[in-house]
């Protein structure tokens, strides 16, 4: 062998292995999610719009609790009381959690005009606590719905025991697709978080 082809034998073994390195570390061809779902507030506080007032008189809305299928970025899928999946192509862009959390806080805004904070360092000062716990939200295979269930929980301070009600909303005739389900989900979150927001501003 001469000492051109020589040298093209070591130039492609080299490429080759440059390229093995590559694929080893960035996954080529991995399709993204065709929809990353995002909850947003069918009611705000108009723009210029502000709340003042002492720390210690502010609504506090703390991160709900949930189980470990609504402790991830897929969307639920309610397939029969015993099993569950995730719906095809199908992101939040964050926890559905804190996003609620969010949008309940932005709502509460909107419905009540009362100063209102998230979660952080102020559980600990606000008059009133809101929490809970988030049971669902999803979608449901059997019924062609999306839920959306939540057990709220309400302290006021120096003002007697826990409040809780449960809240639920349900938009039924939904194709178990990205794009409609990702619609009704935030349709129906928004539906409990205006349901949450009356309880409280009644007192």
């Not at 998230?118 to 606000?126: A, I, L």
């Amino acid at each position: 062998m001469n000492r051109h082809y020589r040298n093209r034998l070591a130039h492609g073994l080299l490429a080759a292995v440059a390229a093995l390195s590559i694929s080893g570390c960035v996954s080529l061809g991995t399709k993204p999610p065709d929809e990353l779902l995002k909850l947003t507030p069918e009611q705000s506080a108009p723009a210029g719009a502000t709340a003042s007032g002492q720390l210690t008189d502010a609504v506090v809305v703390l991160d709900p609790e949930s189980d470990r299928g609504l402790d991830v970025l897929r969307v639920p899928v309610t397939v029969d009381a015993a099993s569950l999946s995730y719906l095809k192509d199908a992101l939040w862009v964050e926890k559905p959690t804190r996003q609620f959390r969010s949008l309940l806080a932005e709502t509460l805004r909107a419905r009540t005009g009362q100063l209102v904070v998230e979660g952080g360092d102020f559980e600990v000062t606000g008059k009133t606590l809101i929490g809970g716990r988030l049971l669902q939200m999803g979608y449901d295979a059997q019924k062609s719905a999306v839920v959306v269930r939540f057990d709220a929980v309400r302290s006021e301070r120096g003002a007697g025991p826990l409040q809780t009600r449960r809240f639920e909303a349900v938009v039924n005739g939904v194709e178990a697709k990205a794009k409609p389900v990702g619609a009704a989900l935030n349709q129906a979150a928004n539906d409990v978080a205006r349901q949450v927001a009356d309880w409280v501003k009644a007192g």
